[in-house]
Every structure is written in C-alpha cells, then in structure tokens.
C-alpha cells in the first residue's frame, strides 16, 4: 500500500523539479530558507518523461541543454522533469548533484572542500555539508508542496509556467531562424517548427498541453527509468 502511494505521487516530484527550473530561469534562482539563502542553477543532463507514454523518456544535455529547443519542445508536449543536474551555493561554498526527481535523491553529489586537517574531520564536515543541502532541497519541497495545494496554483503560478513556456518556444524558432538563415538547417524541418507557425505563435495549444502536464499527475501511469 505505502509503496503503491509512493509510486501515485511521484509525479509531484517531477513538477518540484520543472518548477524549480522555471523559478530559477524567470526570478533568479535565489531562494530564501529557514537556514539562509540559497543559489540553485538547472544546469545539464535533463531528463523528461510524459503522461501518456509509459516507456517514453526524452534526454537533452550538453550544449545548454536549459535552452535547446528540445527542452522548450518537451515542456509545451506537457512533459515534466524526471532528473536534471543541478549546482547549489550559499555564500563562498557549492554543490553538484543530480537530482532524481521522483524520490529526492541527491545523486553523483560534489560537497564543499573540507577545511579541516584530520580526515576524520574532514568527513564529518562532507556528511554535514551532504545533510545541508538534503534539508534545503526538502524545506523547498514543503515549500511546492504548499503553493501546489494553494488556490495559487491555478490562478497564478500554472500562467506564469505557461508564459515561460511560450517565450522558450519563441526563442527556439528565433534560433533556428538564425541558424536556417546561415545554412545551417532547413526551417521548415527544423523540430520547433512543428509547434510554432510561421508568424512565431503556437500552431497548437501550448497553455493546454503545459497545463495537462500539471494538473493530471493523479491519472498518470508512471514511467519506467530509462537510463
């Protein structure tokens, strides 16, 4: 039973993560905690996952993979963020991880340098520094988990996703514009293309597609790892 419930809401982890990347794209990526400020970037390796494809999984990094078009491509098809890696700083120290979204779990984790002489020292400083960043990500979970129950979800937060969205699909066919102009690839097989008309707006109800990626976890079949 606990295990079938885990499985039910794993995909809120996976909209913490999307959502945490839009907050870092659009307002800066400083968040404020009970234990002080903190820095996150998505950076690389994402990983996206769907609703209604039980096998299907979409992988988009190197090259900032943040702004590929891929990655605005996958968010307007209503995919969400399985696992992405991440960098965390608060104040002269930072982290790399790779957070999987659908359990929490900081993998492939770089702590601060130990300042500490004695190596037995030196890895309770690692541990502690591991311990810090588990409690930021988790506070900032709660901190989902509340604006995701709130009547601010629907009237507010899931618009400004949508915007982000729109304007990471308008900067994709910008590039590929750019890009088709210099020989690169021809625009009209170009992949955004199959999303944006010729005038730069959705051919296809990006709002819709962004919004059913949200708001229809409860319905979904969750997706096996595809490494």
């Not at 079938?4 to 809401?9: E, F, V």
């Not at 915007?163 to 690839?185: M, N, P």
């Not at 051919?203 to 976890?217: K, R, Y």
Request: with cysteine; proline share 4%; net charge negative.
């Amino acid at each position: 039973m606990t295990g079938n419930l885990l499985a039910d809401c794993r995909y809120l982890g996976r909209e913490f993560v999307t959502w945490l990347w839009f907050l870092c794209e659009v307002e800066g990526g400083e968040f404020q905690l009970s234990s002080g400020p903190i820095e996150l970037l998505v950076e690389d390796n994402l990983v996206f996952v769907g609703h209604d494809d039980d096998d299907s999984a979409t992988q988009v990094k190197g090259g900032c993979p943040t702004l590929r078009p891929e990655a605005a491509c996958a968010l307007a098809a209503g995919m969400t963020v399985r696992r992405a890696k991440v960098n965390a700083a608060r104040e002269d120290r930072a982290w790399t991880f790779t957070l999987d979204a659908e359990s929490l779990d900081l993998r492939s984790l770089k702590v601060p340098a130990a300042e500490a002489e004695d190596p037995l020292e030196q890895l309770t400083e690692r541990l502690e520094s591991a311990e810090e960043l588990r409690e930021a990500i988790e506070e900032l979970y709660t901190q989902f988990i509340g604006l995701r129950c709130s009547e601010q979800w629907d009237a507010m937060e899931t618009e400004r996703i949508r915007d982000w969205v729109r304007v990471k699909l308008e900067r994709a066919k910008a590039d590929q514009d750019r890009f088709a102009a210099s020989g690169g690839v021809n625009a009209d097989t170009y992949e955004p293309s199959a999303v944006i008309d010729d005038h730069g707006h959705k051919a296809q109800p990006v709002p819709a597609a962004v919004s059913e990626g949200f708001d229809d976890g409860l319905d979904e079949e969750e997706m096996s790892e595809d490494d």
